[in-house]
């Protein structure tokens, strides 16, 4: 609401939704057939000390304590710290572990979960260690969560038949032999959607034509070029 805060947004509907709400839809499936999901945030139901308490684990904090409590007024910054401890591959006691295929019978099953408190709570509860499991779109639900209680004003995003490019030549290959047959020698692939985030900011780093909603995925990544 400060017009000189980095995060301040002068529209009050979006301020309401991007900020204030405390529930919201999810989209989910694939091009043909979007399921809207219900997905409960939470942001205000005693979740600040959890937010805060992941700030403190994370490796940045760990690392340079006192440059990284300096650089806590900085929302990109603090984005980039969330988007790293919302997921657990990096051993920084991160919120979720993410499963794509096999079994959950010993776990939950990521299309389970149906809000960000009860997820929050149970990584508190078992002392800061990752909970099992999630996949995209719980990912950017909990960082939505967790964003909005440190008062970053920050939505979902789902992209439909998103495209995986696994040799940076912006292009999904596919191989067949002379005949026509399939050959399953590309990496790349299409996945049926993808969902992240978007966080609303200036940045002053890149100019003013750069302010507004910036990109933030919590979901884990694989690494480009080392």
């Not at 219900?38 to 139901?45: D, E, L, M």
């Amino acid at each position: 609401w400060f017009s000189g805060d980095d995060v301040y947004m002068s529209n009050e509907n979006e301020r309401q939704e991007y900020v204030l709400n405390e529930n919201g839809i999810i989209f989910v499936g694939n091009a043909r057939y979007i399921e809207a999901r219900g997905w409960y945030y939470g942001q205000f139901q005693d979740l600040l000390n959890i937010c805060l308490t992941m700030l403190d684990l994370s490796l940045y904090y760990r690392q340079d304590p006192a440059m990284d409590v300096s650089r806590r007024g900085d929302p990109k910054y603090v984005g980039r710290v969330i988007s790293s401890m919302i997921n657990g591959n990096d051993n920084d006691n991160g919120v979720l572990l993410g499963k794509w295929q096999g079994s959950f019978h010993s776990h939950e099953n990521p299309s389970r979960w149906d809000g960000s408190v009860v997820i929050l709570q149970k990584w508190r509860q078992d002392n800061y260690r990752p909970v099992q499991y999630g996949q995209c779109w719980v990912f950017a639900g909990v960082m939505c969560t967790v964003l909005r209680c440190l008062g970053i004003p920050t939505r979902l995003v789902s992209n439909f038949n998103s495209a995986h490019d696994v040799d940076r030549n912006l292009s999904i290959d596919k191989y067949y032999d002379s005949s026509g047959r399939s050959l399953n020698i590309s990496k790349d692939s299409t996945w049926d959607y993808h969902v992240w985030n978007e966080s609303w900011f200036i940045r002053p780093d890149l100019g003013r034509s750069y302010n507004g909603w910036q990109v933030l995925d919590a979901t884990p990544q694989e690494q480009s070029r080392g």
